[in-house]
Structures are given as C-alpha cells and as structure tokens.
C-alpha cells in the first residue's frame, strides 16, 4: 500500500491541548501551526533582550487596560496554537483557555522571519488581529501589518530604529525602536 499525504489528517487545538495536559511533548519547544507540530526557533541574545524591553515598556503602559502575555499560547483558529512572543490581549482570566483574541501580537524575529512573515501573518490577519508587528533584528526595523483582510495584512509599513510606534488599540501608548532593539 503506497502512503498518500491526502490522508494525513491535521491535529486540532483541543487534541494538542489535551496531549499537552497529558504530559506529552515535555522538553520539546513546539507550537501548533495548520494542524502540523513545527519545532520553534532557538532565542538567541538579541531576540531575547527585544522581547524582554516590550516587556518592561508594555505591562506599565497597558496596566488594567489589557493583558500583556509573553511567550504564550494563542487560540488561533481550529489548527493553529502559535506561542508569539507578545500578545496584548483583552483583559481576562486565562486560567482555562487561551486568548483567542488580540490588540497586538509580536513576533521578533532573528531566525524565524519567513515564518513570521508567511504562516504566522496568515494566522494572525485570519484570526483578525488587528496590529502585528515583526521586530526584525536583523535588519534594526520592525514591520507593522495592519488592515487584515481575506488571510493577509493589506497595511504594511516599516519603521526605523529613529521612529516611534503608536498601538492602534491604545493610541495613547508609544514605543520608540531604539528602545526596543539596539
């Protein structure tokens, strides 16, 4: 019997979740994109220390305004369970579930930018997110996407490490990216 991949079927969010509580995939840095399990990148020290400053600029800035989650899980669609490296959600108890909605969703990206930039973008403007930056630290930029429609970003505009950044949910919030990345 010759193998088809038209029959391999996609694990959804509930059964990798479940797989999860049972204790599966321990030691393994994964996530759940288009119901296939993809390894995650390594952090280096440049990503980190960008993840590590919106950290520190967005949790005082969105204090009881939203939820500031790093690293963590996203409820995104039926097939997909990206861990983004920021989201600002709306406020709410995670406790049971993870969001499945956004203000904002970050990725920073060293190793991982065609990722960030074909499947996760998808993801994310399905999903209907708003605003999604990729902090690209390679090249000292980051990438705001905005405008989602049809599985894309039909915005995207570049911002140098000289300019400041506006959340389109919190106006009033501002972030330079020098700040964020040397």
């Known amino acids: 019997m010759a193998f088809s991949p038209q029959g391999i079927r996609p694990l959804r969010r509930a059964e990798y979740d479940k797989l999860i509580e049972l204790g599966a995939f321990q030691n393994e840095k994964i996530e759940l994109l288009e119901g296939v399990l993809v390894p995650m990148s390594p952090i280096g020290p440049s990503h980190s220390s960008a993840v590590q400053k919106l950290n520190a600029l967005l949790v005082p800035a969105l204090a009881g305004r939203a939820a500031v989650r790093i690293q963590s899980p996203f409820a995104a669609l039926e097939l997909s369970e990206p861990e983004p490296d ?14 499945d909605r956004a203000y904002l969703i970050v990725e920073v990206a060293e190793s991982s930018l065609s990722v960030d930039r074909g499947v996760k973008k998808r993801l994310y403007a399905l999903c209907g997110v708003p605003e999604y930056w990729i902090v690209n630290v390679v ?9 989602p429609a ?26 330079r990216v020098a700040d964020v990345m040397k």
């Not at 920021?86 to 969001?99: C, E, K, M």
């Not at 090249?139 to 405008?147: I, S």
């Not at 049809?150 to 972030?175: A, N, Q, W």
């Open 86 to 99: 920021v989201v600002v959600a709306p406020p709410g108890d995670y406790d049971t579930d993870h969001p």
């Open 139 to 147: 090249d000292r930029a980051v990438e705001v996407h905005t405008e």
């Open 150 to 175: 049809d599985g894309t970003y039909t915005k995207v505009d570049r911002h140098e490490r000289s300019e400041t950044l506006r959340l389109m949910g919190f106006p009033d919030v501002e972030i």
